[in-house]
């Protein structure tokens, strides 16, 4: 991807559809004037006179607990240096989403304009009151130390600058593991730091609390080595002044040393100072984006090394966001009036021993890995690793109350650490790994409708995040200009029925089709098959099916009905199916939920809707999920005598008959079927019991359908389909003018499902 392609697409994705990455969104009803007045006048005046009679009850009756303001004044922002407070706006709102997407905290972003040490504590500490925790970002040293150490004094809520104490944690607990497997004594180890910031100096602290003895710590700075005899150093750096004044160059420290941790810039460290180091050495080159050290080089200079870096791209990434979200997590949960060395150690801790846990396969599966297991290339956990939010806060939050801290203790841990898997992001969860897995085998899929620009655009990013291969159909001109456009500088086949030489191919295909029908018996005229391969569906369907292609995405522009036909008539049904159907799968604020069928059948009889729950369950399981199957009625078990009600009651007793094993019930109402209070205390004796339900199975095609799009557009549910079931071939039809994510989607799903046929 090109830099210019690359700084078009960022600029578009910060400002569109609307500037900016984060929002304030309402938490309470606020539809009716009842409602407005309990939300502000007059209502609003009682919480007010608790909180005045109480302090303590801002925490009952507002978002402070789980608000936190990253506050910069952007003197030091990521590589870009002194950029001033409103450059930097863009990075805090970053900072504010990886907040909400791993820990479930609200964030507001402050940006202050000033670079005085007095004047930023005091900003600071003006607004508090309305803070749960402070995140403290890209402040630069030596005024980053001093502006903490006040603001952790002088508050009483939690208060971390991230940039010093996050890579510290992170590396400290890599650390941990990488001195065990070197069969080290942590006690015993020779460091070398290169570099001097509040990063280096905090991660110095932190090895040194972890057992690395000072004597056996050389720091070095842009001047050289910090050693006794140095003038001018600053109070953080003297701490970590060497007795070594003898040691002249980096070089020279390096030879004999067991641990290189690299917070400075690339190339500090040559193949020939690796080489000098002691058996087994650990290598912790963090500057981004270019590592003291190029990984591939110093996996070649020793394969004995145990190595990690700043970089998502080589295994043991010390990436922050293992860290901070969680941290917060914890400390706001307890109500922390700080966030204490005992809560840093315990994260640390808690990382490291995580790292030797058996990985769950969805890791495995996001990150490409066969199978990650404790050792050399895995000694940290991975930020996608669901098991973060219910460890690290848990252990924070324990941390906070045995050290004192903690207002607000916890007394159910059973109960929290349910509350904190609830925080988990499952609708981004599952795109991940939907696309982690078509990535492990990318597969060949035709776009009927390359010439338009979403679907090029989609087509685009399915290429080039390898998810799979993308044929592109269309007039052959205007694909060429798209791709010009938007910068898709690659030779993929593109398929223009229009041009002379693609009259061969139409030629050659209508006369498989033609074949086919006779064998059928509904045949056509080899004029008549001809004439349909002319067209895009037709011709799409037959490289599927005779595996010129895997998969087909088609109907963009297009009504469903118009593009399942030819599909249809060319691929038809797989063995055994009676009808195919089409299910979508909601990702709705209250978890993941399938409704079936959406797209095609408009009143199924009592079998084919059996088969369509059969159908969806399999569906189900190739996304991970056990099936929990809910079959839609306006009745509950058998209180109306209505053949709506009785074909779905005569569906269950049929699937129960015939699969004895699946958990299914019906009819039953849709709030019944959620709610699992209701329906326990109706009707204890249902299959259903206390399980989740994760399908819901629709009489028809008007519920289905009227119901996925009303949940789409007042939930804001994240829609993916429909999914075509039942097909002989992996082929999916899109939503009219679906947004390219979709269709990104969409791909992602004929991949996996080709996939899974081979398999």
């Not at 150093?233 to 420290?253: D, P, T, Y």
């Not at 490291?352 to 058996?358: P, R, T």
Request: with cysteine; hydrophobic share 40%.
């Amino acid at each position: 991807m090109s830099n210019k392609r690359k700084r078009r697409e960022a600029l578009v994705y910060h400002s569109k559809p609307e500037p900016g990455k984060i929002k304030v969104i309402p938490s309470k009803n606020y539809r009716s004037q009842t409602d407005l007045a309990l939300a502000y006048s007059p209502g609003v005046a009682y919480p007010c006179l608790e909180i005045d009679k109480n302090p303590d009850d801002v925490y009952k009756y507002t978002s402070k607990s789980n608000l936190v303001a990253v506050i910069s004044n952007g003197t030091a922002v990521l590589g870009l240096g002194d950029i001033g407070p409103l450059a930097s706006k863009p990075v805090m709102e970053g900072k504010g989403l990886l907040f909400k997407i791993f820990a479930d905290i609200d964030v507001f972003d402050i940006e202050v304009d000033s670079s005085d040490i007095d004047e930023f504590v005091n900003t600071v500490k003006n607004i508090a009151p309305t803070f749960g925790g402070i995140n403290l970002e890209d402040i630069k040293a030596p005024e980053a130390f001093e502006i903490e150490r006040r603001l952790v004094e002088e508050l009483d809520i939690p208060v971390m600058h991230d940039d010093q104490h996050g890579t510290a944690i992170i590396s400290g607990a890599a650390l941990i593991n990488a001195v065990e497997l070197a069969a080290k004594k942590i006690g015993d180890v020779k460091m070398v730091i290169c570099g001097a910031g509040a990063a280096a100096i905090s991660c110095a602290k932190m090895y040194r609390s972890l057992g690395v003895k000072k004597k056996n710590i050389m720091m070095f700075d842009s001047k050289g080595l910090i050693h006794v005899k140095r003038d001018n150093l600053s109070r953080e750096k003297k701490m970590f002044s060497s007795q070594n004044v003898h040691i002249g160059s980096l070089e020279e420290a390096i030879k004999g040393s067991d641990v290189f941790i690299g917070l400075s810039k690339a190339n500090m460290m040559t193949k020939e100072m690796l080489l000098s180091m002691n058996n087994d050495p650990i290598v912790f080159a963090m500057a981004n984006p270019d590592p003291e050290i190029d990984y591939k080089v110093a996996k070649r200079t020793r394969d004995d090394i145990i190595m990690a870096t700043g970089r998502s791209d080589h295994p043991n990434q010390v990436n922050n966001v293992l860290g901070f979200p969680f941290i917060f997590r914890g400390a706001l949960d307890v109500r922390a009036t700080k966030i204490n060395e005992e809560m840093k150690m315990a994260a640390v801790y808690a990382l490291a021993e995580l790292a030797k846990e058996q990985v769950p396969e969805y890791v495995n599966i996001i990150y490409k890995e066969k199978k990650l297991s404790f050792g050399k290339d895995y000694i940290i956990p991975k930020p996608f690793d669901p098991r973060l939010i219910s460890t690290i806060p848990l252990r924070v939050a324990k941390a906070a109350m045995d050290s004192g801290v903690a207002n607000n203790p916890i007394e159910n841990w059973e109960k929290y650490e349910r509350t904190l898997e609830s925080r988990k992001g499952n609708d981004n969860k599952i795109i991940r790994l939907l696309r982690a897995k078509a990535k492990l085998n990318p597969k060949k899929i035709i776009y009927t409708e390359a010439d338009r620009l979403d679907v090029l655009k989609a087509a685009q990013i399915v290429y080039e995040d390898g998810i799979g291969i993308p044929i592109l159909m269309g007039r052959k001109e205007r694909i060429k200009k798209l791709m010009i456009e938007i910068d898709f500088n690659h030779d993929l086949q593109i398929i223009d029925l229009s041009l002379e030489k693609s009259k061969k191919l139409i030629r050659k295909y209508a006369k498989l089709f033609f074949k086919e029908r006779e064998i059928k018996g509904k045949a056509i005229t080899l004029n008549q098959s001809e004439k349909l391969l002319r067209r895009r569906d037709y011709f799409a369907s037959m490289l599927v099916k005779i595996g010129e292609a895997d998969a087909l995405i088609s109907g963009y522009s297009r009504s469903y009905p118009e593009v399942v036909k030819p599909i249809l008539k060319v691929i038809g049904k797989a063995e055994g199916v009676r009808k195919i159907a089409a299910t979508n799968l909601m990702l709705t604020s209250k978890g993941p939920i399938f409704l079936a069928d959406t797209s095609i059948n408009i009143n199924p009889k009592y079998n084919d809707l059996a088969y369509i729950a059969l159908m969806t369950s399999s569906t189900a399981k190739m996304f991970g999920y056990n099936p929990v199957i809910a079959m839609l009625s306006y009745s509950n078990f058998g209180s109306s005598n209505h053949p709506m009600a009785n074909k779905v009651e005569r569906a269950v007793k049929f699937l129960n008959r015939i699969k004895p094993e699946l958990v299914i019930d019906g009819p039953i109402q849709s709030d019944f079927a959620l709610n699992k209070m209701m329906l326990k205390n109706k009707f204890d004796d249902s299959k259903l019991g206390n399980q989740k339900v994760n399908i819901l199975v629709f009489p028809n095609l008007d519920a289905a359908n009227i119901t996925y799009k009303v949940i789409k557009e007042l939930d804001g549910a994240k829609s993916i389909g429909p999914i075509m079931m039942g097909m002989d071939k992996p082929v999916h039809v899109l939503q009219l003018k679906a947004s390219v994510e979709e269709i990104v989607n969409m791909s992602a799903i004929a991949v996996v499902d080709a996939q899974s046929r081979k398999e």
